[in-house]
């Protein structure tokens, strides 16, 4: 069974710092790209952060370009977001997504409403 489970959410004041983990469980998680979706109060699905399987891709929202940066240790099954700058508007519920399947990108399978291969999600709210 596939698992996703996030953690790192919190309070944060605006241009502070935090740092959101996943770890997966129940597939082979090296042989899968990794993202980040967030989703801010009343909005649907935004796609954040992309890391392909061997890690040689990485790809930003333009919201978040040069402020987030997305890791991931295939040793650890673990996919990370690390964020800087924070700002209110990113607040919100993060959550970590696999790819639908092997060695393969679909951004836009993974911000739909009824795909399976997503965690619980983690909040994080920038306030001061």
């Known amino acids: 069974e596939v698992q996703l489970v996030e953690s790192g959410g919190g309070l944060v004041q605006p241009g502070g710092s935090l740092t959101l983990s996943c770890a997966a469980y129940?597939?082979?998680?090296?042989?899968?790209?990794m993202y980040w979706v967030r989703q801010a109060p009343g909005k649907g699905l935004e796609w954040v952060s992309t890391?392909?399987?061997?890690?040689?891709?990485?790809q930003y929202a333009d919201s978040v370009s040069g402020r987030f940066t997305i890791s991931r240790d295939n040793a650890k099954n673990t996919v990370y977001l690390q964020m800087n700058s924070l700002k209110p508007e990113d607040t919100g519920m993060y959550y970590c997504?696999?790819?639908?399947?092997?060695?393969?990108?679909?951004?836009?399978?993974?911000?739909?409403?009824?795909?399976?291969?997503r965690g619980q999600g983690t909040h994080v709210t920038v306030s001061s």
């Open positions: 129940g597939f082979a998680f090296s042989n899968y790209w």
């Open positions: 890391i392909s399987a061997l890690r040689k891709t990485t």
């Open positions: 997504v696999r790819g639908p399947s092997p060695f393969a990108d679909n951004r836009v399978a993974i911000t739909a409403t009824e795909y399976q291969f």
